[in-house]
């Protein structure tokens, strides 16, 4: 009997995936999940869009230095139980409604305030917008230096503080030169 050869065609191999991916919890211990060169994207979900406030119904509703001032102590009052860092820093501030209806201003007395107010800023202005329904609400900070009393740290100092309020007392500063004001 002669053997005979037979030569079978090669069968075609599938493509493996390029990087193998480590298995998942389910799978056997060992056993390796190659990782898929086909990528879905997630389904988004349409989000609904809010109704917006006409323009015309938010022009209707006045808005002058009274309903700021009310909108403000809301504000302080809402920062107050949410926001501590922020009420602290608002908190006894003085707001005035500069040109316009749709900008206002914050009273500071150091520039360092607007910098400090910016991590809030935008979360204050959302909520203000929308108690108010002006949805151009805006507002910036304004730095006024107050002057403020000299503190008095020497004898000398002390002496023409007390002057200022009594000139009397020079009087008796030249009658009893021996006593130190």
């Not at 707001?95 to 991590?119: K, M, N, W, Y």
């Amino acid at each position: 009997m002669a053997a005979s050869l037979r030569t079978e065609a090669p069968v075609a191999t599938l493509p493996s995936a390029e990087t193998p991916v480590a298995a998942s919890p389910s799978a056997p211990v060992g056993a390796v999940r190659l990782a898929s060169s086909l990528r879905v994207a997630p389904k988004e979900t349409p989000r609904p869009e809010p109704d917006p406030l006409p323009v015309a119904e938010a022009e209707k509703t006045p808005f002058g230095n009274d309903e700021l001032q009310t909108l403000w102590a809301e504000v302080i009052d809402h920062l107050r139980q949410s926001n501590p860092e922020a009420f602290k820093l608002l908190d006894g501030r003085e707001v005035r409604l500069a040109e316009g209806d749709d900008l206002f201003t914050i009273v500071a007395d150091s520039s360092l305030l607007d910098q400090e107010l910016r991590p809030y800023k935008v979360s204050i202005l959302e909520w203000m917008r929308t108690r108010s329904h002006r949805p151009q609400l805006n507002c910036q900070v304004i730095v006024e230096h107050v002057e403020r009393e000299k503190l008095i740290y020497a004898p000398r100092d002390k002496y023409e503080a007390m002057l200022a309020k009594n000139p009397t007392l020079e009087t008796f500063h030249v009658l009893f030169p021996e006593i130190d004001y």
